[in-house]
């Protein structure tokens, strides 16, 4: 988008057969700060209306990620490696020092069978997402549509929709919770 490329900040880098599709943003805060890196194979789409005060984006392996409309981002590292996805809903809301990533990054395998015991899995959230700061996000997580994650949680399993959610590893400590922005 011609708006994110003049009043932008970083570097978009998309190897051959790499897709990057960045959809005119809500407005751009200063400085806007967006890395993408995005090896041979992988996929970025990213839906129009999104708010990015601070985004890196990094792919690798057949990865994709996938960010729907009306989602803010004031620092969050995405890691989608060795094939599978990142996928988050419409108006979700993303503090600072945030991690989200579908893998362990080092393969673990059982002795005995030469077996890989720890293998990449896709992560979800949902729409209207609350993810504070300092939250880490791992492989595997589900996180339903309009719930919040407190500060320096880590998610590794599921998390019911319309819950707040703390702790390591997080745990719900309230449902039926609505917020606003």
Known sequence: DPVL????QGVITADAGAIVTIGRPKHIGQPCHLVVSAAAACTVEIAPRCFFHSLALRLAGGGAIRIAAESTFNGAELVAFDGPSITIGRDCMF???IRVTTT???TIRDAATGERINPPKDVTI???????RGVQVLKGARIGGGAMIGASALVSGEIEPGCLAVGVPARPVR????WER
Do not use: P, Q, Y
């Not at 949902?126 to 504070?132: A, E, L, M, Q, R």
């Not at 449902?175 to 609505?178: A, V």
């Open 126 to 132: 949902g729409d209207h997402v609350w993810i504070g």
């Open 104 to 106: 362990d990054h080092h």
């Open 175 to 178: 449902r039926g919770i609505l």
């Open 95 to 97: 503090s600072s020092d």
């Open 5 to 8: 490329l003049e009043r932008g």
